[in-house]
């Protein structure tokens, strides 16, 4: 349940679930723990997520594997913690791993791309995410999913695989232009496009 819930983007609820799990006395495993430290990684929630890797031993005597560590490096990567992920990896015993310095040289292309792009700097996070294709690194696609009349719709952030995106973006198009219509200045538009 809280893997579900970490692949379709729901890492506070399967944060929840984990605490709910605890406080019923389940032990969680190391899968366990690595699917909460991904949920949180996908999610934003990187000190929810230190927490855990921080208490993993401690708690319930569990080693962390070198998995567990390229989970945290790519969580505070994204979060742009860059000298607590380099922290990390020099901590760890698997420091001459080359799994751990992709994951952070991966994150960090991560989190430039996705501050260009929340700034509209659409053809600088273009530049970045061809950079990491030609480095062969990657970026997990954002997904979501809806459902609608008892069927499940699967979409790609950008996607145009989904049979009605053509449609679909017609539609976003339209209410874009009505919420830039109903907004005094562009704060006010901002804090609507990052409620939605």
């Known amino acids: 349940m809280i893997s579900a819930y970490s692949l379709h983007g729901q890492g506070e609820k399967a944060l929840l679930l984990y605490q709910e799990m605890e406080e019923k006395g389940f032990t ?4 366990t723990i690595l699917v909460i430290l991904q949920a949180c990684t996908y999610s934003g929630l990187s000190e929810d997520g230190f927490h855990v890797f921080n208490t993993m031993e401690s708690k319930y005597g569990i080693q962390p594997l070198l ?5 945290m ?4 990567g994204r979060a742009g913690y860059l000298s607590r992920a380099m922290d990390i990896i020099n ?3 698997f420091s001459e791993s080359t799994l751990l310095w992709r994951t952070l040289v991966n994150g960090s292309y991560v989190l430039v791309s996705n501050m260009y792009a929340g700034e509209g700097m659409i053809d600088e996070a273009s530049k970045v995410r061809t950079a990491m294709k030609d480095l062969k ?3 997990e696609a954002g ?4 459902e609608i009349d008892n069927m499940v719709h699967n979409f790609v952030a950008s996607g145009t695989d989904h049979p009605e995106s053509i449609e679909i973006y017609a539609r976003l198009d339209l209410l874009r232009d009505e919420m830039k219509g109903r907004c005094d200045s562009k704060a006010d538009l901002d804090l609507i496009y990052e409620s939605v």
């Open 73 to 76: 490096v790519d969580l505070l």
């Open 28 to 31: 969680p495993d190391e899968i």
């Open 91 to 93: 901590r760890s015993p």
């Open 137 to 139: 690194l990657s970026k």
């Open 67 to 71: 998995e567990h560590y390229a989970c």
């Open 143 to 146: 997904r979501s999913w809806v």
